[in-house]
C-alpha cells in the first residue's frame, strides 16, 4: 500500500489515491437516457434546504435554511446494491479503484477476532486498511457478497459510481436533489418521516444501538449494512435515505455560503477537492456523529473506498 489514510473524520476517513483536485463542470454528466425501472419520478418545485440545527456540525456547513427550487427528476427507489453492481461488472469488466489500489477502508469490528493487525486511522481507530478489500470482498479476502445481494454495493469510489450511472444511462443526483428527495416532503424535519428517531419505538434506519464503537446490540437487527428495502419508504417511496450507507452525490464539498448560489437547480462549486456524501450509515450514533439526518453531510476525497459508502442514481425527467 502506497498511499494512506489522511483522516478527516469519524464517519469517513479520506485517501489521497490520486490527484484528489481534479475539476468539474458546473452541471452533472447527462442522465436520460436509462431505463426508470426501479426509480421515482419526483415534481421538483420549492423547497427549503439546510438545516440550524444547534446540534449539527457548524464545518459541515449544513446552514444556513435557504430556499431551492428544482426542475422534475428521477431518482432511484433503493442504493446500488451488489447484484446491481455485478451486473455492471459482468457486463464492463470494469475494476474498481479498490481493486485496482489493493485496499479499501473497513470497520474493525467487522473483522474476525484473529483477523492480523492492520493500519488504523489515528483520529478514528475503528476504520482499519485492509489489503484486498473491495465491493465483492467487502472485509478483505476472506469475505464476499454472495448472501449479500440484496444489501448496498460499497467500496466504491465517487468515479466507480459515476462510471456505473453512466454504463446505465444515468447519472448522480445533485445535493440538492439528494435532499429533496430524502425530505419527502416534510419541511425543516430532521428525518425522512419527521423528527422522532423511534416513532413508537419502531426502528426506521439501521444506525449504530448501544455503545460506540464497542457494543452493538443490534436492536434495529443489523450489524453491518442491511438490504437496500429493509426499512419503510419514506413518503416518496425512497428507502433508507438515511442510515445504513452514505451515498455519493454530484457535488463538491464546499462549507460557504456564496458557492450555494444560483437557488435554482444548484449544482455546486466547479472545483474542490472533496465531493459530497449525505445521509449516514450503519456506524452513526447521537455520542458522535449525529450525521443521519436529512441535512447532515459531509465531503470525502473522491478516491475514497470505504465499507460504508455508496450511491443511488438519478436521471433527467
Known sequence: MSEAPTGGGCCAPSIVRGSGQASATTHPNTGDSGSTEGMVLLDGGDFLMGSEDSRAYPDDGEGPVRPVTLDPFWISATAVSNADFAAFVGSTGYRTEAERFGWSFVFGGLLPDDFPPTQGVAAAPWWRVVEGSDWAHPEGGQSDVRTRQDHPVVHVTWADAKAYCEWAGLRLPTEAEWEYAARAGLQGCA???????????????????????????????????????????????????????????????????????????????????????????????????????????????????????????????
Not at 211 to 218: D, L
Not at 250 to 267: C, G, M, Q, Y
Request: net charge positive; proline share 8%; glycine share 12%.
Open 191 to 317: 428525518f425522512p418521516w419527521g423528527d422522532e428517531l423511534e416513532p413508537d419505538g419502531r426502528h426506521r434506519m439501521n444506525v449504530w444501538q448501544g455503545t460506540f464503537p464497542q457494543h452493538n446490540t443490534r436492536a434495529d437487527g443489523w450489524y453491518g449494512t442491511c438490504p437496500v428495502a429493509q426499512f419503510p419508504a419514506n413518503a416518496y417511496g425512497l428507502y433508507n435515505m438515511t442510515g445504513n450507507i452514505w451515498e455519493w452525490c454530484h457535488d463538491w464539498f464546499d462549507d460557504t455560503v456564496p458557492s450555494r448560489k444560483p437557488r435554482t437547480n444548484p449544482r455546486g462549486p466547479a472545483h474542490g477537492t472533496r465531493r459530497i456524501a449525505r445521509g449516514g450509515s450503519y456506524l452513526c450514533h447521537e455520542s458522535y456523529c449525529r450525521r443521519y439526518r436529512v441535512s447532515a453531510r459531509q465531503g470525502i476525497t473522491p478516491d475514497t473506498s470505504i465499507g460504508n459508502t455508496g450511491f443511488r442514481c438519478a436521471r433527467n425527467a
